[in-house]
């Protein structure tokens, strides 16, 4: 069977929180595009059942193009308890909810996979998993962290057997009955440390961090501390608030000053604020202890590691799990053809981005994690979701030739449901 070609304006790489909310407001522009990836697939395959989200709930809402559609208003509608920030959102409620988003504002999105990336006959061309070939007048690649993951060198000369990166889980059932060790001391490390423990896995954490750190435990605000510190999507403080406000902004700014704020330490590595009292005094902590290197014996992973008073030890464990962050490289996606690779302009492995998220090749678009260092750290937060949306969704609207009036979203059902 011959593969099949078919074309499109815009095509959308990706089915998480940016691919989602990019989605709802083309079909609300009419702009004719299609949706690729499973939805909320990272969320469901690659965090662990039980985390708690760290951003306040109010701020983990997707884009929809009347703002109706909020994590609040999906509790609501549900009889689901809630709290603006005084209670956690968890995993499961989160994954719930992009669910219904989709349903709501997305239901046409195709679970295949992107194989191929090139430019073709003046455009893009996709090519996809099940043989399809698409060619495309913009394409904007939405694909969240995942294929960023980092791990440190030493790593390298462990199987895959004895570790593994914190975006792996997902369940933790294969580490049932095995002792672990999680290097990290941010909040992938922290929920994965309690989470283990919690389960009854012997484990250990093992961070540089001479403490762990963890955001405050919200409570209401006094006027002088909203005064102070204002909370904004991403944090408290002013600054943060600019950076959540005005990403459009940040992008006007010299390179290695965006840079700097994209990778701001205020947004260092931080464990959750209802984690703290799961982790401090029940798992076993080595801090300011560093990794020199790794090895194999008898079956088991051992880590070799220094102190800060330069004393050495090892460290014996059936798995280690490197909760070491992530570090964008549009180099490691896989389907990037290297002759379309060569020619995207990069700022330390990420793409350098236009106004309307665009790279140096013309109809190619990023959006995400991978657009923070062109437009600072909101685009690391769910809550950044509103910023692209709206941008690139009016911006292509205004480029593309309308294939059909704009769909009519049905209103927002305030009925509770049971």
């Given amino acids: 069977m011959g ?24 079909r609300a522009r009419g702009v004719e595009h299609r949706i690729f990836g499973e939805p909320m697939g990272p969320w469901k395959h690659n965090m662990p059942r039980g985390m708690l989200l760290k951003s306040y709930p109010w701020a983990t809402s997707l884009s929809d193009p009347g703002s109706e559609f909020t994590v609040k208003s999906f509790c609501t509608e549900r009889a689901m308890p809630y709290h603006d920030v005084l209670t956690p959102l968890t995993l499961d409620r989160f994954i719930e909810y992009g669910e219904a988003f989709r349903m709501r504002y997305v239901p046409a999105v195709e679970s295949k996979v992107l194989t191929a990336l090139e430019t073709a006959d003046g455009g893009l061309r996709a090519s996809f998993d099940d043989g399809e070939t698409i060619n495309a007048r913009r394409i904007v690649v939405a694909v969240g962290l995942q294929p960023f993951e980092h791990l440190p060198q030493d790593a ?12 792996k889980y997902g369940s933790l059932e294969a580490l049932d009955g095995k002792e672990v060790v999680v290097v990290g001391s941010g909040s992938s490390a922290t929920d994965l440390a309690a989470l283990l423990h919690e389960r009854g896995i012997s484990v250990a954490l093992v961070a540089r961090a001479r403490q762990l750190r963890f955001a405050n435990r919200p409570h209401n605000r006094s006027s002088i501390e909203r005064a102070m510190a204002p909370l904004s999507g991403i944090g408290p403080g002013w600054t943060l608030g600019a950076y959540a406000k005005y990403p459009q902004l940040i992008r006007l700014l010299s390179k290695e000053r965006r840079i700097k704020i994209a990778n701001h330490e205020a947004l260092g590595p931080l464990g959750g604020a209802f984690v703290r009292d799961r982790v401090v005094g029940k798992v076993p902590t080595l801090l300011a202890t560093s990794l020199q290197s790794t090895e194999t014996r008898n079956g088991k992973a051992v880590l070799n590691l220094v102190d800060a008073g330069h004393a050495k030890q090892s460290l014996q ?7 070491t962050g992530y570090k964008i490289d549009v180099s490691r996606l896989g389907f990037v053809n290297q002759a379309l690779l060569r020619n995207i302009r990069l700022e330390e492995g990420a793409p350098q981005l236009s106004s309307h998220y665009e790279t140096s090749v013309p109809g190619l678009h990023f959006i995400g994690p991978a657009a923070a260092n062109s437009f600072g750290p909101v685009c690391r937060f769910v809550y950044g979701t509103y910023h692209p949306a709206r941008t690139l969704a009016q911006h292509l609207s205004s480029i593309l030739v309308r294939s059909r009036p704009a769909v009519q979203v049905r209103p927002f059902d305030r009925t509770v449901l049971p």
């Fill in 317 to 323: 464990a059936d798995h280690v799990i490197f909760a």
């Fill in 156 to 167: 390298a000369h462990l199987p895959a057997e004895l570790c593994s990166h914190s975006g």
């Fill in 3 to 26: 593969r099949l070609s078919t074309s499109v304006d815009v095509a959308v790489i990706g089915a998480g929180p940016y691919g989602l909310s990019l989605a709802a407001h083309l």
